[in-house]
């Protein structure tokens, strides 16, 4: 998963879809964690929380959230809950999401207090929050409620996925193992992918989201700092 091994045609149509292809190398992370705790006495925060943070501010940005400070945002985790199935040989969704709201004017803080505020707010994945989420999945009311919140294209937020909550990465289905697997986001704006970055660390992310808030997100030195966009 060093690189996208996608066919040109295969590039083509993300592009088509608003799917851009973006990259945090490993010295990326490091000089994030570093400039966000400048001190041995600042208080420890995961750099994954960072990320969120950061992604989270400057996409609110580059789509305007900023002209509308009592709008509502949403950072919408989704959770693997693998550990919590306890079954092996189960390849289907487990998932586990969960979310919190701010509005446009309180993501206008720093990076680390914003990444220090997710912490407080989005709790630990646990077995009961894994049957809650079994049970709403099979409830059609308080799905479509959770819907209009996480699938709604409309609102303003940021989804994080990731691949680990599948389990098909091995499954030979009769011509052999798969050489590359991935996961295409959702068509929803602000739903990305995130993929480990081969062996070395790193993420690569696949993010849905306008043409528009690609090029203020490609012009906005905050997030090009740590972050670069393949396409």
Not at 20 to 35: G, M, Q, T, V
Not at 46 to 61: E, G, H, K, S, T
Not at 104 to 117: E, F, M, P, Y
Not at 122 to 140: E, I, K, N, R, Y
Request: charged share 15%; proline share 6%.
């Amino acid at each position: 998963m060093d690189s996208d091994t996608r066919s040109p045609a295969s590039v083509e149509l993300a592009l088509r879809a608003h799917v851009h292809s973006l990259r945090i190398l490993p010295s990326a992370l490091h000089k994030l964690y570093a400039e966000m705790h400048p001190s041995a006495t600042t208080r420890h925060i995961p750099v994954i929380r960072l990320v969120y943070a950061l992604m989270w501010q400057c996409f609110a940005d580059a789509t305007s959230l900023d002209a509308q400070p009592n709008a509502s945002c949403f950072l919408n985790v989704i959770h693997s809950a693998r550990k919590l199935v306890n079954r092996p040989h189960y390849i289907g969704n487990a998932v586990c999401p969960v979310y919190m709201r701010q509005t446009a004017a309180q993501l206008h803080t720093s990076t680390r207090q914003l990444a220090q505020t997710i912490g407080n707010n989005m709790h630990a994945v646990s077995g009961p929050h894994w049957l809650a989420t079994l049970l709403m999945l099979q409830d059609s009311e308080r799905y479509k409620k959770f819907l209009t919140v996480f699938a709604n294209p409309r609102a303003k937020q940021l989804t994080v996925s990731n691949i680990s909550r599948l389990r098909f990465f091995s499954v030979d289905f009769g011509w052999g193992a798969p050489v590359h697997a991935t996961v295409y986001p959702m068509l929803i704006p602000g739903f990305a992918t995130w993929l480990p970055l081969g062996a070395s660390g790193g993420l690569h992310i696949l993010w849905n989201m306008p043409d528009s808030v690609a090029e203020r997100l490609k012009n906005d030195p905050r997030f090009t700092r740590y972050v670069e966009f393949l396409f």
